[in-house]
């Protein structure tokens, strides 16, 4: 058997439920390579090794004694990005402002995950409160790109994303109000995969009044994924359904962005090549890709601003200690404070009118095609403005403009959260490189958005285009 960092989740499932392989020595082998890396990588914030080996020995102990009767994640190991609770194990939320206790419960992502027969190894680092495309905070060295150390591995469920494309661990879930799973999924070159609103239990805990969270898996394969969504949603049979694609798909291709009346940007050229690879591939597997002409309300910026930060002014932070909050939290909090409960009643409206007409013109399609990021991964510290050479910056001296900083993330992420406004699904495709093959440079990819109740879809044809 190769290297069990090498074996696709798929495969690691399988050798742990005919015995060629136990719990005790999955669980090991993945602890002993999170260990060797995270110092360079940052992906984790806590390791709970003894957790995981005692869950460990109880899953081969339960294959002893009911080896027909195993729960369909039987001693995979993963990790949970550190917003969402896992009893007994601190929840930072990235965030010094905060007293860190260990939380009572797991939160419902983990039960279902858990109780499925994963085995958790520790929380993956994270921004403050999850509100950025980036993974870089105050009480840990920020999360780096397993492909480029000196990039960033995205946000906000970065540093799980590093974890998987670093054989840290076979996949894991990821959760977002933004494009926070796909984003890192297409900087580090992975299939991330956005369940439409409502499908899987949503992984954190603040706030989210335009129930923009959702959480979906991020993996090296649509068969990966697939596999965890088949754990996540009841009687689901997506990982036995991905052969099933059937007739010629309809894919309107835009770089229309809503983000595009307050931030005007444009694409580089790797963005846009991914496009162009991604239109490639689709229609040689025999769809019609064409231009599509997407037309978004001008008013969303603010609205979806507005609705972004709410969650962070409720949080229970002391006076004393909101001097340690990153200026983008401190700013946005702020804001948020002074903003009164009409004015963020009116930008809830205006989102689920944003909502109705964006479905209604994606609606002429079947698949909708945009690049999955506008820029290659950024350097750790571009967005704030700290970066030294791919050092750490300072924890007590962190610089940076928090306008300066969202305006960065917007146009290096402009196709994402107008997608968890919608609620609908979608799904990034690692389906380009820099480099002059697959695997060199960095990764670049391409999103597709499905209407609702397309999960399956998605996942049949990134399988179908060999990924």
């Known amino acids: 058997m190769a290297e069990l960092h090498d074996l696709s989740a798929v495969r690691l499932r399988d050798a742990l439920r005919h015995g060629e392989v136990s719990a005790v020595e999955a669980v090991g082998h993945f602890l002993a390579r999170a260990e060797q890396r995270n110092p360079l990588l940052g992906a984790f914030i806590t390791l709970t090794a003894e957790q995981a080996e005692r869950d460990a020995r109880a899953a081969d102990a339960l294959f002893s004694t009911a080896p027909d009767s195993l729960p369909p994640l039987h001693g995979m190991p993963l990790a949970f990005k550190d917003l969402t609770d896992v009893a007994g194990v601190v929840t930072t939320h990235g965030s010094a402002a905060l007293d860190h206790r260990p939380a009572p419960a797991d939160g419902p992502l983990v039960a279902v995950l858990r109780g499925a027969g994963a085995i958790s190894l520790g929380k993956t680092q994270v921004p403050e409160f999850g509100l950025t495309a980036y993974s870089e905070n105050r009480i840990a060295p920020p999360s780096r790109n397993p492909h480029a150390p000196s990039r960033s591995s995205g946000g906000s469920s970065g540093g799980s994303a590093a974890a998987v494309a670093a054989g840290l661990v076979p996949f894991a879930p990821g959760s977002y109000g933004g494009g926070w799973v796909r984003i890192p999924a297409a900087a580090c070159g992975l299939i991330g995969l956005k369940p439409g609103r409502g499908l899987v239990p949503a992984g954190e805990n603040q706030g989210d009044p335009a129930r923009l969270v959702a959480s979906g898996p991020l993996a090296r394969t649509a068969a990966d994924a697939a596999l965890m969504m088949d754990a996540l949603v009841p009687e689901a049979?997506?990982?036995?359904?991905?052969?099933?694609?059937?007739?010629?798909?309809?894919?309107?291709?835009?770089l229309d962005s809503p983000w595009a009346s307050s931030f005007p940007f444009a694409p580089d050229q790797e963005a846009l090549d991914a496009l162009e690879a991604g239109r490639k591939l689709l229609e040689h597997a025999g769809h019609v890709v064409d231009e599509a002409l997407v037309r978004y309300d001008n008013r969303y910026p603010d609205?979806?601003?507005?609705?972004?930060?709410?969650?962070?002014?409720?949080?229970?932070?002391?006076?004393?200690?909101?001097?340690?909050l990153a200026p983008l939290t401190r700013t946005f909090r702020r804001r948020a404070q002074q903003r009164s409960p009409a004015k963020l009643q009116e930008s809830l409206a205006l989102l689920r009118q944003f909502e109705h007409d964006t479905i209604a013109q994606y609606a002429q399609w079947d698949l909708m095609l945009t690049p999955a990021l506008a820029q290659t991964p950024r350097p750790v510290g571009w967005f704030t403005g700290?970066?030294?050479?791919?050092?750490?910056?300072?924890?007590?001296?962190?610089?940076?403009?928090?306008?300066?900083?969202?305006?960065?993330?917007?146009?290096?992420?402009?196709?994402?959260?107008?997608?968890?406004?919608?609620?609908?699904?979608?799904?990034?495709?690692?389906?380009?490189?820099?480099?002059?093959?697959?695997?060199?440079?960095?990764?670049?990819?391409?999103?597709?958005?499905?209407?609702?109740?397309?999960?399956?879809?998605?996942?049949?044809?990134?399988?179908?285009l060999g990924f």
């Open 303 to 324: 609205a979806f601003t507005n609705a972004w930060t709410a969650g962070v002014a409720s949080a229970r932070i002391s006076p004393h200690r909101e001097p340690l």
């Open 237 to 254: 049979t997506y990982l036995g359904s991905l052969d099933r694609i059937s007739g010629q798909l309809r894919i309107g291709a835009t």
């Open 386 to 464: 700290t970066a030294h050479g791919g050092e750490r910056w300072p924890a007590a001296q962190w610089p940076g403009d928090a306008d300066e900083d969202y305006r960065k993330q917007c146009e290096y992420a402009p196709w994402s959260s107008m997608v968890n406004v919608a609620g609908l699904p979608a799904i990034t495709i690692p389906v380009y490189w820099t480099g002059s093959a697959a695997g060199q440079g960095l990764p670049m990819g391409i999103q597709l958005v499905g209407p609702m109740g397309s999960e399956a879809l998605l996942l049949q044809v990134a399988h179908q």
